[in-house]
């Protein structure tokens, strides 16, 4: 059981506060015991003594507070601190993502590019021990956030993604062997790549060919994503001098037997996305699919806190037995 943020040892003590109210009550009812009754000669008196008459259910109340410090203290309060000890190994992953300026296309809510970085993000939050770095490509591709457990730090960067910021085009092949260089740099045993695209392959530096058959013998896993609607979509067609972007409509040209080849090469799978929740479906079917070996052990420690109420209740019984040999002493 818990209360004010401490965790009770024994609640069932508590019960004793449901005695308080009667307690109060017979304090009440029998103040004439505890209070002498002066007779005084002078109204004068009477008037200097009413605060002291007001006054003196402050005794009562302090007796009353001293006693539910007593019970919550008996009932054993303690803090709790828990430490989590993580055993076995995580999956190293590399998203590898297009900002190409199609990528802007309005099939997407708010665009393609937008709705992949929120998607990516939610994906990278519930791998909470796997390292993930993070690929983009266009008409050239560079590592936008080396491999890391720091998953804040590279939200960060998925979140500057922009596109326009490196020549344009989709260089499927270069994303694909970035990510594969990334990868390489590691030693661990299960290692992901997932690549997601609007587009066909249009720049050769590196072809989708000779990445796909350089994952394929490192025995890296590739799962492919293309975005983007069937048929026509809102898609930039030309710049404008501000950086904006003037919209028309273009079919939706996705390189699926190419996606299909890579993913089937690599033991991995091809997922089509034509919308916001296509989308999600596909990051959760490989968030199940690519399950972490962790073995994840908890212990929690218990710090006694009573000590606290403890002195509260002397604090309050040293004010009590200072007021009633003072202020509020009895006259006989």
Not at 100 to 114: N, Q, Y
Not at 207 to 233: C, F, H, M, W
Request: hydrophobic share 40%.
């Amino acid at each position: 059981m818990h209360l004010f943020g401490f965790y009770i040892a024994y609640p069932w003590l508590l019960l004793g506060l449901l005695l308080l109210p009667i307690i109060g009550w017979r304090f009440y009812q029998n103040q004439e015991q505890y209070f002498i009754q002066a007779n005084l000669s002078e109204i004068k008196s009477l008037k200097r003594s009413s605060w002291k008459e007001r006054g003196r259910y402050l005794i009562q109340l302090l007796h009353l507070c001293t006693l539910t410090l007593l019970i919550i203290a008996a009932s054993r309060p303690q803090t709790i601190r828990e430490k989590e000890s993580v055993k076995g190994e995580g999956i190293d992953i590399v998203l590898a993502m297009d900002v190409s300026v199609s990528m802007l296309a309005k099939d997407f809510e708010p665009d393609r590019l937008e709705a992949a970085k929120r998607v990516a993000a939610a994906f990278v939050e519930r791998r909470k021990y796997d390292r993930i770095g993070l690929v983009v490509f266009a008409g050239e591709s560079y590592t936008q956030c080396p491999l890391t457990t720091d998953h804040a730090v590279l939200l960060s960067f998925l979140n500057a993604i922009q596109c326009g910021l490196i020549k344009n085009g989709t260089a499927i092949g270069m994303g694909l062997a970035n990510a594969l260089n990334r990868l390489n740099e590691q030693n661990t045993k299960s290692k992901i790549i997932i690549l997601l695209t609007d587009g066909m392959n249009n720049a050769n530096y590196i072809t989708p060919l000779q990445a796909t058959n350089a994952v394929q013998k490192s025995g890296v896993r590739v799962y492919t994503i293309g975005v983007g609607t069937e048929g026509d979509a809102r898609t930039p067609i030309e710049a404008k001098i501000d950086g904006t972007y003037i919209y028309g409509w273009k079919k939706v040209l996705i390189d699926e037997p190419l996606l299909k080849d890579i993913a089937t090469k690599t033991g991995g799978q091809y997922y089509r996305a034509k919308d916001m929740d296509e989308l999600r479906s596909i990051y959760a079917s490989i968030d199940q699919l690519e399950k972490s070996e962790i073995l994840l052990t908890k212990t929690k420690h218990y710090t006694e806190q009573y000590s606290l109420f403890v002195y509260l209740a002397l604090v309050f019984i040293i004010i009590q037995f200072i007021l009633s040999r003072t202020i509020f002493k009895s006259i006989s």
